[in-house]
């Protein structure tokens, strides 16, 4: 609001013209500026790539200081726990023909034909807007997998977790908004449950889903 002359925090503000000190504000006031700054937080985030493209950088981590960094966070999980990806996904439109599913299967020269053409149109449909990795861009092969797993979990109820004994890899899952999701794989086999990364989830799922506001 134009009457906001500072950001919550301070010592002291403006408000509707009156300077007022941090205590004295209204606690609904104060629970939508809560709500503000995570609501900033969260497309912070999400818009991270273009804002680290079109501004200085100096003049932005500056000016998004006083917010929740969840691209460090998802950086400092990247490097903490030595994953081979980290990615945010986008599922740009729902789907309009059925998917045949994660895995190999038989199937004769025309259904593997479909098939073929059936996952090239699937994974099409998904955007990567945040990736962290060795590579600066998200591995096709690695994405087929993800959203192959995307598709078990969201249309056959299956676990957000899958390991691909062929490759060596760990895929884990996280949807917490509609139509993004969250992706982390390992070049290792990691455990389904495993402590470190579940508490993780949950914590940026909360933080993401504004359910602690």
């Known amino acids: 609001s134009s009457g906001i002359n500072a950001e919550y925090g301070g010592k002291e503000r403006s408000l509707m013209g009156k300077r007022v000190k941090d205590d004295e504000f209204p606690e609904l006031y104060k629970w939508f500026y809560k709500l503000y700054e995570l609501l900033l937080s969260k497309y ?122 062929r490759k060596t890899r760990s895929f884990y899952l996280l949807l917490f908004d509609e139509n993004i999701f969250l992706s982390v794989s390992y070049n290792t086999k990691k455990g389904e449950k495993d402590g470190e990364i579940m508490k993780f989830f949950e914590d940026f799922k909360n933080s993401m889903s504004l359910s602690k506001v």
């Open 44 to 165: 912070t985030l999400y818009f991270s790539k273009t804002l680290f493209q079109e501004s200085n950088r100096k003049a932005l981590r500056s000016s998004t200081s006083n917010l929740i960094d969840h691209r460090m966070k998802l950086i400092d999980f990247y490097k903490k726990t030595r994953a081979s990806t980290i990615s945010l996904i986008l599922n740009i439109v729902n789907l309009d023909r059925p998917f045949l599913g994660h895995g190999c299967k038989l199937f004769n020269n025309d259904q593997a034909q479909r098939e073929t053409e059936a996952r090239q149109s699937y994974t099409g449909k998904f955007e990567v807007i945040f990736h962290y990795g060795k590579e600066e861009t998200l591995d096709d092969d690695i994405k087929n997998e993800i959203v192959h797993l995307y598709w078990d979990v969201c249309h056959k109820n299956g676990k957000p977790y899958v390991y691909d004994s």
